[in-house]
């Protein structure tokens, strides 16, 4: 089955303490995302890559790192949470068609993050 | 930059009424649109999306969506309402040819009464 997955989905964690959020998609595409999801706000996105070693800044990478190693994978790294990056975030990916953003984005189950 | 505005966070609506959720966008380059859904404790699924062909969208479970240039306008409709729409929606655009992005809006929730 085509799919992204995000590892975990439930985590509670302290102030400071590093954490790193899985994604993985198995469609073999080329372009990957992280967002967060606030109330109110809709989704925005923290960072994005292009393909394996190329990633760039989103709208909101303040506290977040990323990397692109492996096409099919795209961590999230928290170095030190702090209560403010609370929030329900999403992976996805999208194909590479050339077309410039008509691409469909697939999008994973969401990782809820609790930071004391 | 671009924007999306949804009008109304929670439409309500009974069963078998019509469904029109809004969307309004702004974008300086022609837009690419799409309308999500996201079910209690799910992801985001693609209901449907414009990308300059026809200006009406049909899309999964009966919704469809028209791209009114003039209105910058895209909302969402579906003539007849079940329980199982209950759900939150999201508009989104996206236009940046480089960084992909899409820019939702903030979501409407609907609510079906039986």
């Known amino acids: 089955e085509a799919q992204v997955t995000q590892n975990p989905r439930y985590l509670i964690t302290v102030t400071g303490k590093k954490l790193t959020v899985t994604c993985s998609q198995n469609?073999?595409?080329?372009?990957m995302s992280w967002y967060r999801q606030d109330p109110g706000l809709g989704l925005r996105q923290i960072y994005y890559s292009m393909n394996v070693e190329v990633t760039d800044k989103g709208d909101v990478p303040e506290g977040y790192k990323v990397s692109r190693k492996e096409k099919r994978n795209f961590p999230l790294i928290l170095e030190s949470p702090s209560p403010n990056q609370t929030s329900l975030y999403f992976c996805?990916?999208?194909?590479?068609f050339g077309t410039g953003g008509a691409e469909t984005q697939y999008f994973g189950p969401g990782t809820r993050l609790l930071v004391l | 930059a671009q924007s999306v505005t949804q009008l109304g966070s929670h439409v309500s609506v009974s069963e078998g009424a019509l469904v029109l959720l809004r969307c309004n966008y702004s974008s300086s380059v022609p837009p690419y649109l799409f309308w999500y859904v996201q079910y209690p404790n799910q992801g985001l699924q693609l209901l449907l999306k414009?990308?300059?062909?026809?200006?009406l969208v049909k899309g999964i479970n009966g919704f469809e969506a028209e791209f009114k240039k003039s209105e910058t306008s895209f909302h969402l409709t579906k003539p007849s309402a079940h329980m199982s729409d209950a759900a939150e929606y999201f508009c989104a655009v996206s236009g940046d040819t480089g960084r992909r992005a899409l820019t939702f809006g903030s979501g409407t929730r609907l609510q079906v009464q039986p």
């Open positions: 414009y990308t300059s062909a026809a200006t």
């Open positions: 469609m073999n595409h080329e372009y």
């Open positions: 996805a990916s999208s194909p590479e």
